[in-house]
């Protein structure tokens, strides 16, 4: 009850200004840090024509090179139980890109976890008409990216279909070994706030060569980088064959503001993908 008011308490305090979205990005923490920044994306799902939803998060424990399918068939929440497509399962099995994840490493993972109470909660009033396919991202190469973006992009051409890529933006802290600071920005958190807008206007342009350069130039420590990567492709792929989309940030937030080296803190962003 205590986690079904609190998803019903953030969701309330947003407005719906980009359904049906056909793939959101939002963020992973804890409710406490980012349940009200992640709100802002799971607000434009469309219960009534999603019937799929892929759920894209990264890999933190186990050293992946591919991407990773789990084992099991349904995967529990407290409000309820969300199936696995044995289906869609099937057809990405067949392509061979993918491995099994353990057991251990699907309950370990929070990329995904952190999902499915918010899925459950958007998807609540057709709760039993659609499935999820969890898929585990490792630490892609470019071209890596790329095939795993042109194998989804089918899959996202289908406005039945809803993508959710799980990342957080700049962990900054020694902690998180990472402490790019433009002093021009002003205090720390200012500075951080300037390098993941300048990430989220990228994703925004939805160009993978242009993130990947920017990462390659700040190591911004954008978590989910390898899925946002994939996204990304997947979307190029379909621009090619002529579909118009456009992606919005609509909530960006920090854990906490940095004001100096011994501070930490963990970035937010919501956004979502529309299909004109």
Same mark, same amino acid.
């Given at each position: 009850?205590?986690?079904n008011?609190?998803?019903?308490?953030?969701l309330?305090?947003?407005q719906s200004?980009?359904?049906?979205?056909?793939?959101?990005?939002?963020?992973?923490?804890g409710?406490?840090y980012?349940?009200?920044?992640?709100?802002?994306?799971?607000?434009?799902?469309?219960?009534?024509?999603?019937?799929?939803?892929?759920?894209l998060?990264?890999?933190h424990?186990?050293?992946?090179?591919?991407?990773?399918?789990?084992?099991v068939?349904?995967?529990r929440t407290p409000?309820?139980?969300?199936?696995?497509?044995?289906?869609?399962y099937?057809?990405?099995?067949k392509t061979?890109?993918f491995?099994r994840?353990?057991?251990?490493?699907?309950?370990?993972?929070h990329?995904?976890?952190?999902h499915?109470?918010?899925?459950?909660?958007?998807?609540e009033?057709h709760?039993d008409?659609?499935t999820? !396919?969890p898929v *585990?991202v490792?630490?892609?190469s470019?071209?890596? %990216? +790329?095939?795993?973006?042109k194998l989804? /992009?089918? =899959? $996202?051409?289908d406005?039945?279909?809803l993508?959710v890529?799980?990342?957080?933006f700049?962990?900054?802290?020694q902690?998180f070994?990472?402490?790019?600071?433009?002093?021009?920005?002003g205090?720390?958190?200012r500075s !951080?706030?300037? *390098?993941?807008?300048?990430?989220?206007?990228?994703? %925004? +342009?939805?160009?993978p060569?242009?993130f /990947?350069? =920017? $990462?390659?130039?700040?190591?911004?420590?954008?978590?989910?980088?390898h899925?946002?990567?994939v996204?990304?492709?997947a979307?190029?792929?379909?621009?090619?064959?002529?579909?118009?989309?456009?992606?919005?940030?609509l909530?960006?937030?920090?854990?906490?503001?940095?004001?100096?080296w011994?501070?930490?803190?963990?970035?937010?962003?919501?956004?979502?993908?529309?299909?004109h």
């Amino acid at each position: 009850p205590q986690l079904n008011a609190q998803l019903e308490g953030w969701l309330s305090q947003v407005q719906s200004t980009k359904r049906p979205a056909r793939a959101i990005i939002a963020p992973h923490a804890g409710y406490t840090y980012c349940g009200s920044c992640a709100a802002h994306a799971y607000k434009q799902v469309d219960p009534s024509v999603t019937r799929r939803i892929f759920i894209l998060g990264p890999s933190h424990h186990v050293p992946l090179s591919r991407c990773a399918l789990s084992s099991v068939d349904i995967y529990r929440t407290p409000l309820y139980d969300l199936r696995i497509d044995q289906k869609i399962y099937g057809e990405l099995w067949k392509t061979g890109m993918f491995e099994r994840m353990s057991l251990q490493t699907d309950e370990d993972e929070h990329s995904i976890e952190m999902h499915l109470p918010y899925t459950a909660k958007a998807m609540e009033s057709h709760k039993d008409e659609f499935t999820i !396919i969890p898929v *585990l991202v490792g630490a892609l190469s470019e071209s890596k %990216e +790329q095939e795993f973006g042109k194998l989804f /992009s089918k =899959y $996202l051409a289908d406005p039945s279909n809803l993508f959710v890529v799980s990342s957080d933006f700049c962990h900054w802290g020694q902690r998180f070994r990472y402490s790019y600071y433009d002093e021009s920005q002003g205090e720390i958190y200012r500075s !951080i706030e300037h *390098l993941d807008k300048m990430g989220m206007s990228i994703i %925004e +342009q939805l160009d993978p060569v242009s993130f /990947s350069n =920017y $990462l390659k130039k700040y190591h911004n420590t954008i978590c989910g980088r390898h899925p946002i990567g994939v996204l990304l492709n997947a979307i190029t792929e379909l621009q090619k064959n002529g579909m118009n989309m456009s992606f919005s940030f609509l909530n960006y937030a920090q854990s906490s503001q940095c004001r100096n080296w011994q501070d930490s803190s963990v970035s937010y962003a919501a956004g979502a993908l529309t299909v004109h």
